[in-house]
């Protein structure tokens, strides 16, 4: 074994360097050729480290943007549910200020429409304070001028007075002078009766002794003879008794007349001496008289009424109403009605009121008004004012109103007579259809609105309206009881309700609607 080995370590020895010359040789050619691989996988090593690190930061966002995504999911989940919320609570609040917006405007339109009414107003009371101030001016002039006039006749009564008490004084003298020439007159008369009635009974025994009787003085008894002498001497004597005893009662007339004027003040007036203005008022009511039995007895002929409405009292709950209205547009109108009122101002007869305008035609009156005066309204603020003064007597009076679109103009006519009449009142306008029409108050708002200081307070009766200007004839046929004109619009009878303490009574003729 050791001969083997001998051989074997030789021959290994022997190729051991050919072994190891090769190796070194192959090794130094690997190491040539491993040097840039393993640079390579260095890089390689580092790129996937890299990578490693990249992927790990990429993976560990991917987790994160996961969880995030979750949470967003949730969130956005939540959100779409704040989001419909949010879109529900905006659909009411919207749907609220919407509600808001339209009462709103309501309220404004309200506001305009009253805002005109108190500019109308304003307007209306301006002119009154204008007319009561030129009143008051002229009022005080006028006084001043009765003052004046008054001062002059208070001295001028002076005057007179003065002058009457003097010539009192003078008269009380002459009435003393008067009474005692009376006296004496008295007594002669006396005498010559008793001479006369002596004569006269010694003429019927012995007609020859009138003769020698001295009844007169000697000149007559020459001119005449003793019979006609004596008559004519008793007949003057009578005559002038007759005159005295007239003055005398004249004097006593006079001194009672002047006892009168010193007794009675300056202010006061005497009962038997009437003033001038007590004799024509006297006068003016004995012609008023038969005026008012004539207008009872045309009255009592007055049959075309049908109906009348009695408004007690200036409550708002008082109130007759038409729906609707107007069926159709009206470019031309008459209203006629009897009316009767013991209040000191008309009211508001009619209101026409639409969403539009509450004021689109109105009889409108109040007690803040001018004096006798409403105003005739087409379209709120236009109005025009219409003396009714001549209606607050207590008495029945048939008016008219009537209005045209063309050339805007109209006429107020009472009792038959036109007392009001104008132009370019609302040209060309349409009054429209479709509105709330109301008898005794003033609508504010459709149908309600309603003021008692503009109600009206007594009886309407046989009111209707024309789509058409009546004629002047036509008016006076209705105010004289005959047949109504054809084309009647409303009467009383398409009233669709009363409300209130509103009284309806038929009656026919005017004479019974009491």
């Known amino acids: 074994m050791s001969c083997w080995e001998a051989k074997w370590r030789s021959l290994f020895l022997v190729l051991l360097p050919f072994c190891l010359q090769g190796i070194y040789l192959q090794k130094t050619d690997?190491?040539?050729?491993?040097?840039?691989?393993?640079?390579?996988?260095?890089?390689?090593?580092?790129?996937?480290?890299?990578?490693?690190?990249?992927?790990?930061?990429?993976?560990?966002?991917?987790?994160?943007?996961?969880?995030?995504?979750?949470?967003?999911?949730?969130?956005?989940?939540?959100?779409?549910?704040?989001?419909?919320?949010?879109?529900l609570s905006v659909n009411e609040s919207?749907?609220?200020?919407?509600?808001?917006?339209?009462?709103?405007?309501?309220?404004?339109?309200?506001?305009?429409?009253?805002?005109?009414?108190?500019?109308?107003?304003?307007?209306?009371?301006?002119?009154?304070?204008?007319?009561?101030?030129?009143?008051s001016s002229q009022e005080k002039k006028e006084q001043q001028g009765h003052d004046t006039r008054l001062a002059n006749l208070t001295g001028t009564i002076s005057q007179d007075i003065s002058a009457l008490q003097t010539s009192q004084i003078h008269v009380q003298t002459e009435m003393e002078k008067l009474?005692?020439?009376?006296?004496?007159?008295?007594?002669?008369?006396?005498?010559?009766?008793?001479?006369?009635?002596?004569?006269?009974q010694r003429a019927a025994f012995s007609p020859s002794s009138v003769t020698t009787v001295p009844l007169l003085p000697q000149p007559l008894m020459e001119k005449k003879q003793p019979g006609q002498q004596m008559l004519h001497t008793k007949h003057k004597h009578r005559k002038k008794l007759e005159q005295d005893r007239l003055e005398l009662g004249a004097q006593t007339e006079t001194q009672e007349l002047f006892q009168?004027?010193?007794?009675?003040?300056?202010?006061?007036?005497?009962?038997?001496?009437?003033?001038?203005?007590?004799?024509?008022s006297r006068a003016d009511e004995s012609l008023k008289e038969p005026q008012q039995s004539q207008a009872s007895q045309k009255t009592?002929?007055?049959?075309?009424?049908?109906?009348?409405?009695?408004?007690?009292?200036?409550?708002?709950?008082?109130?007759?109403?038409?729906?609707p209205g107007f069926r159709t547009g009206l470019r031309e109108?008459?209203?006629?009605?009897?009316?009767r009122t013991a209040s000191s101002y008309l009211g508001t007869l009619l209101s026409y009121a639409t969403e539009e305008n509450d004021n689109k035609l109105v009889l409108h009156g109040r007690d803040s008004l001018v004096y006798g005066s409403i105003h005739f309204v087409i379209g709120d603020p236009a109005f025009r004012e219409l003396p009714v003064e001549m209606l607050l007597d207590a008495r029945w009076h048939h008016m008219c109103v009537i209005w045209s679109s063309d050339q805007g103009k109209y006429w107020f006519y009472v009792d038959r007579r036109l007392v009001a009449t104008g132009s370019r009142f609302r040209e060309g306008y349409e009054i429209p259809p479709g509105g709330t029409l109301v008898l005794g108050q003033e609508q504010d708002t459709v149908g309600g609105g309603f003021d008692s200081s503009e109600a009206f307070v007594g009886s309407l009766a046989g009111l209707a309206l024309w789509?058409?200007?009546?004629?002047?004839?036509?008016?006076?046929?209705?105010?004289t009881g005959k047949m109504l004109p054809t084309g009647i619009l409303l009467t009383l009878a398409n009233a669709s309700s009363l409300d209130g303490f509103v009284q309806k009574v038929i009656c026919t003729c005017l004479e019974h609607c009491s």
Not at 261 to 274: D, V
Not at 310 to 316: A, E, G, L, M
Not at 471 to 478: A, H, K, R, W
């Open 300 to 323: 009592a002929e007055i049959c075309n009424v049908g109906s009348m409405l009695v408004f007690p009292n200036s409550s708002t709950e008082n109130v007759v109403t038409f729906r």
């Open 30 to 87: 690997e190491v040539g050729q491993r040097k840039p691989f393993f640079e390579r996988l260095r890089r390689l090593e580092e790129q996937f480290r890299r990578f490693q690190e990249v992927t790990l930061i990429r993976l560990q966002g991917i987790a994160e943007n996961y969880n995030v995504s979750y949470n967003i999911n949730a969130r956005f989940q939540n959100l779409t549910d704040e989001y419909h919320i949010m879109g």
């Open 94 to 135: 919207q749907a609220a200020m919407q509600m808001d917006l339209n009462h709103l405007k309501t309220w404004i339109k309200k506001f305009q429409r009253r805002s005109r009414k108190v500019d109308s107003k304003l307007l209306a009371f301006e002119r009154s304070l204008s007319e009561k101030s030129k009143q």
């Open 333 to 339: 109108l008459s209203l006629c009605t009897w009316v």
């Open 179 to 200: 009474q005692n020439m009376i006296h004496g007159q008295g007594a002669k008369l006396k005498v010559v009766e008793e001479q006369l009635q002596a004569a006269l």
């Open 467 to 479: 789509d058409r200007v009546l004629s002047p004839g036509e008016v006076s046929s209705i105010a």
């Open 260 to 280: 009168n004027l010193r007794r009675s003040p300056l202010g006061q007036k005497r009962p038997n001496a009437p003033s001038g203005r007590q004799t024509l």
